[in-house]
């Protein structure tokens, strides 16, 4: 078996949003649309900190598709356009078979995390980016992070974890116990989101 997902490095995080914007060229993702964010936990403002000075805390929770190895989506999906890929544990999303009945994101516990085309999907600068191999994007469908099945089945990691200069991001096969994932929740301290709602995310943030 395969579990493919993430392990975040939160204590290393310096909210540079290089891994945002990579999902976001890579994936040719429209205007207003992000499958990946980096939300702070702080202050009421995106990157200020709780507290008064000296006595300030934040920290940074990088957001994704949870690829949840018991994914709550896909049981409320009525036509099978969400499921998990059986070769790689991840929750995939097939757009010509979406009938844009959102019932996935009123099913979804991550806020966020799946978005919805409601027009045509318009780009910034007028025509297509990111790799020639993404799916298009269409009117009136669902749609999330894919892990970028597209580089993975060139060998590549997905593009959040390739530009991440901070190097805090892994990505790796979690049934593979020798995997760096793997030896990474063994060793340190982590954190999931939400797990007390049984979705078992493939997400780990090292806290």
């Known amino acids: 078996m395969t ?8 204590k290393n995080c310096i909210a540079c949003h290089a891994c945002a914007v990579a999902c976001k060229v890579e994936n040719n ?20 900190p709780a507290g008064e000075f000296p006595n300030l805390t934040m920290r940074n929770i990088e957001v994704n598709c949870q690829h949840c190895d018991n994914p709550a989506c896909v049981k409320a999906c009525p036509v099978g356009a969400t499921y ?47 790799d020639a191999d993404v799916p298009k994007h269409q009117k009136h469908t669902v749609e999330k992070c894919t892990m970028c099945w597209h580089r993975l089945a060139k060998g ?6 390739e530009v991440c200069p901070a190097r805090v991001r892994y990505f790796g096969d979690f049934d593979d116990p020798d995997s760096e994932v793997s030896k990474l929740i063994r060793e340190r301290e982590y954190m999931q989101l939400l797990p007390d709602r049984g979705t078992k995310p493939s997400v780990y943030y090292l806290v």
């Open 3 to 10: 579990r493919l997902g993430y392990v975040i490095d939160m």
């Open 29 to 48: 993702l429209p205007d207003g649309i992000w499958w990946a964010r980096v939300l702070t936990d702080g202050g009421a403002s995106q990157e200020t």
């Open 84 to 130: 998990k890929d059986p070769d790689t544990g991840a929750v995939r999303q097939d757009y010509d078979k979406c009938i844009g009945c959102r019932m996935c994101i009123a099913a979804c516990p991550y806020t966020g995390v799946r978005s919805f085309n409601w027009e045509e999907p318009k780009y910034a600068i007028g025509q297509d980016m990111g």
């Open 156 to 161: 590549k990691q997905p593009a959040c974890v």
